[in-house]
């Protein structure tokens, strides 16, 4: 199991924020970001509070990308040295692995995940260290709840027929999503550049191209090991997500983009849900394995805790439901949320006090997500694992006939030592060992 990781990136001020006057009210300090709202007068008009004060959060990371002249400036190479290079060694070992931004519009999200032709995100260089293995991608965008192939040339009315299924082993998918090989970064990029292309984007009241869709970027990475000089596959699947902004609807939006803002927010609201509930069920259990603990051991007052009931006397706490299919989007990233995945969230902020309660409530849903436990296993190639089980039932055969001969069992009937032997032939064959076993190894002594 494994906790989420979650971390903050702090952007500069923006020329809007600059032009309004806008204080920086967010510092970071090694892992904790704070956050301080400013003390005005009583006017509705007024961004913070009568009184002062500072709330602190802790983060597995903190980055400050306000002004580069800074020593502790963190540009995109720092970012990627510390999460991407976390997805790559999760992904090389056989994890499936799950990096989403969440934030404000505006706040750098996609500059984090995609950035720019002279400052690229995590996303390219992500494709450009993994360029090494066997990669298809896919690329789609979540809008009005509904799904679109960002890599499939069609009208863009019909693109959105998409449908979220549920394979029983496999999880959540995107039926006919289109898969794309490549062989170099090139072609990578050519991929990344057509999807952004054909993403949704509009003007709003803080961000002149804002995304109105969230994306996912996936990568299959599939690499060729040799494993107790076998052939074998690690497989994963990298999700790299670049959610739509956060932030509260104009009232003077046109019908269209209200209804728009209300699905980005339904979408927002229930992942905010799932990672509530996910926070509470992971500090029920982990609340539950200490009492276990507790009990086992009589604590320190030396009494003991029957199962089902609480120290107190009461019933212990059933874990919450959790509303995944509430959203297309929560149904997609099921895995990568309390599932086979391990998750990094990287939560965008603006530093402006304009943009006090906008940050403020990322910091708090980010704080949250932390307590999320995640149940990461490798992806095992099936071919492999039966090659790995057959062996095992060899040699627990083996050793049976061993234990026999040792022991002089005369009482073990013929049909009995041949069905035995007739087992280890059959499974040293399938594995591909020798066809031929030396039957005077396995001969009872008569």
């Not at 970027?217 to 997500?241: D, R």
């Not at 009494?303 to 929560?330: A, E, F, K, N, W």
Request: with cysteine; net charge neutral.
């Amino acid at each position: 199991m494994a906790n989420v990781q979650v971390a903050v990136r702090v952007r500069p001020l923006n020329e809007r924020e600059t032009k309004e006057g806008g204080r920086i009210i967010v510092e970071v300090d090694d892992k904790v970001a704070k956050i301080r709202n400013l003390k005005v007068d009583d006017r509705p008009d007024s961004f913070g509070d009568s009184r002062e004060k500072v709330v602190a959060f802790s983060f597995d990371y903190c980055y400050w990308s306000v002004n580069p002249e800074d020593p502790q400036y963190a540009s995109q190479d720092v970012v990627f040295q510390d999460l991407g290079t976390e997805v790559l060694s999760g992904a090389a070992r056989g994890y499936n692995i799950c990096l989403f931004a969440y934030g404000q519009t505006g706040s750098g999200k996609t500059y984090t995940m995609l950035g720019t032709p002279a400052s690229v995100g995590l996303t390219p260089r992500i494709c450009e260290s993994n360029c090494v293995a066997f990669l298809s991608f896919s690329f789609l965008e979540i809008y009005n709840e509904r799904v679109r192939d960002l890599l499939k040339q069609s009208n863009q009315k019909k693109s959105y027929t998409l449908r979220v299924r549920e394979h029983p082993e496999m999880g959540p998918y995107v039926e006919g999503l289109s898969q794309h090989v490549v062989t170099n970064y090139k072609q990578v990029i050519q991929l990344l550049e057509e999807g952004i292309a054909n993403r949704i984007t509009a003007a709003t009241h803080v961000h002149e191209a804002s995304s109105r869709s969230h994306a996912i970027f996936t990568i299959h990475y599939t690499q060729a090991i040799l494993e107790n000089n076998l052939p074998s596959e690690i497989a994963s699947k990298i999700n790299l997500v670049d959610l739509a902004g956060s932030e509260k609807a104009d009232p003077s939006y046109c019908k269209d983009r209200i209804t728009e803002g209300a699905n980005i927010n339904k979408s927002l609201v229930t992942l905010g849900i799932v990672i509530s509930t996910l926070a509470q069920n992971s500090q029920v259990f982990s609340s539950c394995q200490s009492l276990k603990s507790t009990a086992n051991t009589g604590g320190d007052s030396g009494i003991l805790v029957s199962p089902g009931t609480s120290s107190r006397g009461g019933s212990s706490q059933r874990q919450s439901y959790i509303p995944y299919r509430d959203s297309v989007l929560t149904w997609l990233l099921k895995d990568s949320l309390g599932g086979n995945s391990k998750t990094i969230m990287v939560a965008t902020v603006s530093p402006a006090h304009t943009s006090y309660s906008e940050t403020m409530s990322t910091l708090r849903y980010a704080s949250n997500a932390k307590n999320i436990i995640n149940k990461p296993r490798v992806n095992e190639d099936a071919n492999v694992k039966l090659i790995r089980e057959l062996r095992e039932e060899i040699e627990r055969l083996k050793a049976m006939l061993l234990s026999f001969e040792l022991r002089n069992f005369s009482s073990l009937n013929d049909e009995k030592d041949e069905n035995l032997k007739e087992l280890i032939l059959r499974n040293e064959l399938k594995v591909g060992g020798p066809s031929i076993i030396s039957r005077s190894r396995f001969e009872l002594p008569t």
